[in-house]
């Protein structure tokens, strides 16, 4: 029967889009399974084939759940605010939200460009997600409960005492008893104050005190300012200076911005590690991120100054071959601590570090380089003076912002010791169990601890702690080296800050009068005088005494305020978008606690491993505060989390020799001075590495004079596997594969590529391997164009190959093992064509294990089989363990360790049995030829071996 793949695949997307079959149920009386993938980011290129891969492990595990009966909730939708938009639109002129919507739901683009979109390429490849429950973060209706979010994070404070987030009003009631006595809060900076003190401030005075403590507040903070996209930059977008869009110099600057609190909840995201079953490179990330750290803080004086200097050191114990001072470039100590001679120097020194972000910084670890302030410090226990110097290995986000360096002891301190000229102290008696320094110390001079002597590490970091602590000048501490969020992005494509300024004291907007809408503006750049893009809205100003958004001409700063013009980053919508999932139509709150009570943890999230430090964690933060805040039960997000791998493309190359429009063939570029530089693969002819000369000289404007050196005639291309991505022109597009060989083929050979986990290379020409199982499956049910399905009772062989594949198919699905359930599936159907099975108790049952692999060939089958309902909600086959256990083994029968033949026996045979039965049989008493062997050894069910 011929297996026409494009009716059926249309014919079931249909049915299963009128009929709602993925349609999530309410009935929370039904056991529950959230299965979720990190959702897309809708770009005009659409998708490729390797961002389905992890789209195609999670549809079929919730497939899979659906058989086992639970409910299952398995949505999607998209992270549709973004940078991306926000350029094009710049660029077009065109409003990023009707550009996102045509990347979503198709269309066309300005430039008359036909674009599928998203859904409908999604569609194509048959995932099962209910579509009902869509949501889209650039959408009012979603944003508006993000900008809940942010408000409740605003009016909450961490109270160390009862170790979570409290409504502010908590934190007002002690201020106004107490003052700041006993309490035990995350802060900006230690305020000490009265209880009349706090009585006695303006409202004004007040609500700037309370922003020390806001969980959502607003700092002076250095963050990664990109003059040429005119808005802030998260670390990771930003690659060796420049950001990863445009490729703009992004430089430290110090700015007003929105940040989160995250670094309270440092000690609560490590140990949340603990539960959550992750892959364990990434617990590992985060781990690294927060960075969690156990010394002591101690402070230095300045010679000569009312300044000190606190640094955290770890090593509290080394303390005596502290030989000098290293301040942070952007330290606020570097300006009083300079002195009028070294003041050019340093000021030069500043403004090259700015043009590095702090990951560059950390990145950089052979390097050194600094400034000396022309200040000293006083070593508190040498009370010899050291210098102070300034240099970018000092992060300001770290610690104190300053090190007590001790080159003797650290490899990065000594080659600036070395550099600078500064004398190196080795602290050897308090030193006795640490680990030799991976560098050359001989120059050092060895000096001793005094009262440390003697003492392995614990005890002499102890004792120096206890020695700091009774000196009065610091005391033992833990640090982190997460930082606090920055939360503001100078953008027009995102989330608006629900916040309006009175005496530029920044108040939240009643929650009443949510979403704070995106305004229209003219232009998505920054305002002539700097402000962010929304500077160049005209309806975007808050009237106090009316409650509304009216023009900013009306702005008088007595009943009419100014708005925010910072937008949130990408990642405020996708910290939470999980949790809408559960009720995405519900209008009076977030989710209901029902809902959210019912479905809990997402039980399995695939997704990207890239996402470990940026969206994991502060998903993780934003779900412990609404817990905190008693909004949802669960403490984690996450229950299981898998991190797929990618889809390699293979690029082509071209070489062009340096200076010159001439290309030259692979085999010949020895000798000459070339440049590499991707070709569309499309340009290749058929499957070969040789490029169509003519298709190259037409693809772009700058190729239509090229040049070529040829060997053979022919022009071959260098080839290499890497990232699949359009900016690499290796990208294969799914909508082409589903229409030549549909969807069951591209999702069931994704899967057989190899393991999920693991990245793997993309090869067009594998698909006919997997197109003829699926051929052969389908013609399992056939004899030649008539459908034949026997009711007759099947073999023990028949029964057994079914029984066999529904083990492997659970063990593999249960281990996430789908690559090797996919040669289960050829195995098992070869087998049942060469028996020309054609029983309706194993092919009905054979049907249900490959559908959620392959479920429009499935959905055909069933339907063929006499069934009306969908073959979704089908029981999954029991396995029958009896049908695997063998009547008859073959042995093989050896002579001193050597396989002759083998002998085909009963499996109920005794040890005794089989060695009379094996000596009887002629095939044995010819090799023996009349002699007695030595010794039989028989391993039941196993072998044979007769010993001469």
Known sequence: MFYDHKAIDERWQKFWKENQTFKTSDDTKLPKYYVLDMFPYPSGAGLHVGHPLGYIASDIYARYKRHQGFNVLHPIGYDSFGLPAEQYAIQTGQHPAETTKVNIEGGVDKSGNKIDGYKKQLDKIGFSFDWTREVRTSEPNFYKWTQWIFIELFHSWYNKTSDKAENIQTLIAHLENHGTENLEANQTESLIFSAEDWKNSSEAEQQLLLLNYRLAYRAETTVNWCPGLGTVLANDEVKDGKSERGGFPVFQKKMMQWSMRISAYSERLLQGLENIDWPQPLKDSQKYWIGKSIGAEVSFKVKESEV?????????????????????????????????????????????????????????????????????????????????????????????????????????????????????????????????????????????????????????????????????????????????????????????????????????????????????????????????????????????????????????????????????????????????????QNENGFVSKQKADYWGQVDLYIGGSEHATGHLLYARFWNKFLKDRGFIE??????????????????????????????????????????????????????????????????????????????????????????????????????????????????????????????????????????????????????????????EEPTKAEFKILHTLIKKFETDIQNFSFNTSVSSFMIAANDLQKLKCNKRAILEPLAVVISPYAPHICEELWRALGHETSIEFEKLPELVESYLIEDEIEYPVSFNGKMKFKLLLSSDLGKEEVEKIAMQDERVLNFLNGNVPTKIIIVPKKIINIVM
């Open 308 to 584: 000190a200097i606190s640094v955290f050191t770890t090593r509290p114990d080394t303390i005596f071959g502290a030989t000098f001072m290293v301040l942070a470039p952007e330290s606020p100590l570097v300006a009083n601590l300079t002195t009028a001679e070294q003041k050019s120097e340093v000021e030069n020194y500043i403004e090259e570090t700015s043009k590095k972000t702090e990951r560059d910084r950390m990145a950089d670890v052979k390097s050194v380089s600094g400034a000396f302030t022309g200040s000293f410090a006083i070593n508190p226990f040498t009370n010899k003076e050291i210098p102070i110097y300034i240099s970018d290995y000092v992060l300001m986000g770290y610690g104190t912002g300053a090190v007590m360096a001790v080159p003797a002891h650290d490899e990065r301190d000594h080659r600036f010791a070395k550099k600078f000229g500064i004398e190196i102290l080795q602290v050897v008696e308090a030193d006795v169990d640490v680990q030799e320094a991976s560098f050359d110390s001989k120059d050092s001079v060895c000096i001793n601890s005094e009262f440390l002597n003697g003492l392995n590490y614990e005890d002499a970091k102890s004792k120096i702690i206890s020695e700091i602590e009774k000196k009065g000048i610091g005391e033992g501490t833990i640090n982190y080296r997460q930082r606090d969020a920055i939360f503001s992005r100078q953008r027009y494509w995102g989330e608006p800050v629900p916040v309006y300024y009175k005496d530029e004291v920044p108040y939240t907007l009643p929650i009443s009068t949510l979403p704070l809408e995106l305004p229209e503006v003219e232009k998505y750049l920054p305002t002539e005088d700097g402000n962010p893009p929304l500077g160049n809205a005209k309806e975007f100003a808050w009237d106090e005494e009316n409650q509304k958004i009216v023009s900013t001409d009306l702005i008088d700063n007595k009943i009419v305020f100014p708005i925010e013009l910072s937008t949130m980053p990408g990642w405020a919508g996708s910290s939470w978008y999980f949790l809408r999932y559960m009720d995405p």
């Open 634 to 791: 669960q403490d984690e997000p996450f229950k299981k989390l898998i991190n797929q791998g990618m889809i390699l493309g293979m690029s082509a190359f071209v070489y062009r020799i340096e200076g010159t429009n001439q290309y030259i063939s692979k085999g010949l570029i020895e000798g000459h001075n070339t440049q590499k530089v991707h070709v569309d693969v499309s340009l290749l002819k058929g499957t070969t590495d040789e490029l169509d000369i003519e298709k190259f000289k037409n693809w772009r404007l700058e190729y239509a004079d090229a040049e070529f050196i040829l060997e053979d005639d022919k022009y071959i291309c260098e080839r290499e596997v890497e990232k699949m991505s359009k900016s690499k022109y290796n990208v294969v597009n799914p909508d082409e594969i589903c229409e030549e060989y549909g969807a069951d083929c591209l999702r069931l050979y994704e899967m057989f590529l190899g393991p999920l986990e693991q990245s793997k290379p993309w090869n067009t020409q594998g698909l006919s391997g997997v197109y003829g199982f699926l051929k052969k499956f389908y013609n399992l049910y056939y004899i030649e164009d008539t459908f034949s399905v026997s009711e």
